[in-house]
């Protein structure tokens, strides 16, 4: 097929109940939001799987380098304040 005439490509993500976090769960192409939803609806969640559906278009995601993880992700050594091992968490806080 023609670049040109491909349709965009979507990334799908997925809440399978209420209080849970949308999950991605795939990729599809459509032509614009409203179809995409509907493939995904039919595409993922074909089984009643799903009470809540988020699409966005791949074009639209950006990520961070794996390749530069260290200046990302490691802790700055002036700015220990934001591990969270000094942190203690209540008992009682879920999910976290």
């Keep these: ?13 997925i809440r399978p109940q209420s ?5 991605h769960c ?6 614009d939001n409203k179809m995409a939803i509907k493939y995904a609806r039919d595409l993922f969640s074909r089984r ?5 559906i988020w699409v966005c278009k791949s074009e639209n995601i950006f990520a961070s380098n794996p390749n530069k993880k260290s ?10 304040f934001r591990d969270p091992q000094f942190y203690k968490i209540p008992k ?3 999910y976290m």
């Design 71 to 80: 200046s990302y992700f490691e802790v700055s050594v002036d700015k220990e």
């Design 19 to 23: 209080g849970l976090d949308h999950r």
């Design 92 to 94: 009682d806080v879920d």
């Design 1 to 13: 097929m023609d670049k040109k005439k491909e349709l965009p490509l979507w990334e799908v993500f």
């Design 48 to 52: 009643n799987e799903a009470e809540s």
């Design 26 to 31: 795939g990729s599809l192409h459509a032509a």
